[in-house]
């Protein structure tokens, strides 16, 4: 019988029999493991940077039974997930089509590290599929989508960027970071592969640095020897953590929908406030999309102020109960300046043609009582 995502989280993939009785899989934190003289291949040996002791096993067997993908893989970050997947997917001449506005880590890999290794990229606005098709090369091998893009919530047009990869036999790959599988599954919406910095909601605790990787068996394979090689597999400590984390998703990420709408509904309706970024209000250009593909609208949204950057740091320094720091998807509400932080690599013109200016604040927001969230964010509007 196949179980609802809330039923996985608890159950799927746990070792049966379970190890010792033990109802939490202990930690392994062995970096070796015995072996019984039989020869074997070199990336079949136990060994923890080969990604295969019992914690790293049964870590993959639930990421994977969670998006309803064949096979997972966690890696030592996000972006050891997002590398290690295009460097196993490309060779020297390759071309990836990328959406035009990404997280800042993976738009400066293309831009700065693709060119010595041969590959290129170009831009697409994965929300309008009307300039694809002139941005296609012979070599084009990946097209590479955000579900819901960081840090202006846009969401792709998901259905036509994987019938598109279809017809011109690319590899589709998307982040689901910032969805999570609660309110997408890229496997069931037909993805090749769905890329997660599990430092975000899969863990959703703040408390260590991860990624995931989850597609077919074949594509999983392929990428776990290249990680093999790269070296950037998760330590079995990191596992338990992120295991034990990833048990109270469902709730912590449908608090964080319910939450995250209804404080941008409050702040959409403060005078100081020129626009929020939120696919779950009416108002954003995405909503239809999010309507149809999500499941839950999310727990992160963006706020530009009519007062500019001025306001913005005002309002930034009067919060409260926001911690203003980088990074997401935990059970506390985080508060950044993307222009200073995950974009700030990025040339101002650039940033603010995508929408992304200096005044832009990005809120993810935690498991909080929202009426204190709201009471503490509109006083801090002043
Ligand atoms: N993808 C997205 C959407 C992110 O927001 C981040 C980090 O903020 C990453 C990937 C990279 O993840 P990590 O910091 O775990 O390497």
Redesign the pocket.
């Known amino acids: 019988m196949a179980h609802r995502i809330d039923t996985k989280l608890i159950h799927a993939g746990e070792p049966s029999p379970r190890h010792q009785g033990a109802v939490s899989l202990p930690i392994y934190q062995s970096a070796t493991f015995e072996t019984t003289g039989e020869e074997k291949e070199y990336h079949e040996h136990r060994y923890a940077r080969l990604s295969n002791t019992p914690n790293h096993l049964a870590l993959h067997a639930k990421l994977a039974a969670l998006e309803g993908a064949e096979a997972a893989l966690v890696t030592a970050?996000?972006?050891?997930a997002?590398t290690t997947t295009l460097l196993a997917l490309l060779r020297a001449g390759d071309h990836v089509l990328f959406h035009e506005v990404l997280?800042g880590?993976?738009r400066d890999f293309a831009s700065r590290d693709f060119e010595p290794l041969g590959l290129s990229s170009d831009s697409i606005d994965a929300t309008d599929p009307s300039g694809w098709k002139e941005k296609l090369r012979p070599t084009t091998r990946v097209v590479y989508v955000?579900t819901i893009t960081?840090p202006t919530m846009q969401v792709a047009e998901h259905e036509a960027v994987v019938a598109f990869a279809r017809e011109h036999g690319l590899v589709s790959v998307v982040?689901n970071?910032?969805a999570s599988p609660v309110n997408f599954r890229p496997a069931e919406n037909g993805y090749d592969l769905s890329?997660h910095?599990?430092?975000?909601y899969l863990n959703g605790h703040s408390d260590l640095?991860?990624?995931a990787v989850l597609g077919s068996d074949a594509l999983i394979r392929k990428i776990a020897l290249k990680l093999d090689h790269l070296g950037g597999s998760l330590d079995p400590h990191a596992c338990f953590l992120l295991h034990r984390g990833i048990k109270t998703l469902a709730l912590r990420v449908r608090q964080q929908n319910a939450s995250a709408l209804a404080l941008a509904r409050a702040l959409e309706a403060h005078p100081a406030v020129e626009r929020v970024h939120y696919p779950g209000l009416e108002s954003s250009p995405s909503h239809q999309r999010a309507r149809r593909y999500l499941d839950g609208f999310g727990g992160m949204l963006a706020v530009s102020l009519a007062g500019g950057l001025e306001a913005a740091r005002a309002f930034c320094s009067r919060i409260r109960l926001g911690i203003f720091a980088?990074?997401?998807g935990g059970v506390e509400t985080l508060v950044t300046r993307p222009a200073e932080t995950?974009h700030s690599g990025m040339p101002r013109t650039q940033r603010e043609a995508l929408g992304i200016s200096d005044g832009l604040v990005r809120i993810s927001v935690g498991i909080e009582a929202v009426e204190d969230l709201i009471e503490d964010f509109t006083r801090a509007l002043g």
């Open positions: 970050s996000g972006m050891a997002i997280y880590g993976t955000e960081n982040d970071t910032f890329v910095s599990a430092t975000k640095i991860a990624g980088p990074s997401l995950s």
